[in-house]
């Protein structure tokens, strides 16, 4: 049984950084594609960012680059997500999910509950 578990999130005040992590059980680590995706209330999920599974690509939304980086430690399958520069437009529940090498949320096969990220302005 797959299982992602998502954890890091909190409440923090705007400029403050966080690190979601996700670890991740029961599925051939290194074959997947490890993406994040945030969704927002009222609002659709969207494409935060995605690394390969050797860790030697990444990709993010414009909104992120150069605030978010995302990272994975394949010896202890866990993928990271270390959020520095927080804006209150980044607030939102997190998911981790295993896949395709994608954007689109349709390339991900395993997702996790989420964690709650909440930035006040």
């Known amino acids: 049984q797959v299982q992602l578990v998502e954890s890091g999130g909190g409440l923090v005040q705007a400029g403050d950084s966080l690190r979601l992590s996700c670890t991740a059980s029961?599925?051939?680590?290194?074959?997947?594609?490890m993406g994040w995706f945030r969704q927002a209330a009222d609002k659709e999920r969207e494409f935060v960012a995605v690394?390969?599974?050797?860790?030697?690509?990444?990709y993010y939304r414009e909104s992120v680059k150069g605030r978010f980086a995302i990272s994975r430690d394949n010896a202890k399958n866990m993928v990271y997500l270390q959020m520095n520069r927080l804006q209150f437009e980044d607030t939102a529940v997190y998911y981790c999910?295993?896949?395709?090498?994608?954007?689109?949320?349709?390339?991900?096969?395993?997702w996790g509950l989420g964690t709650q990220v909440s930035v006040s302005s």
């Open positions: 999910a295993a896949g395709n090498f994608d954007a689109a949320a349709r390339g991900f096969l395993f």
């Open positions: 029961g599925l051939a680590f290194t074959r997947y594609a």
């Open positions: 690394i390969s599974g050797d860790g030697s690509s990444t």
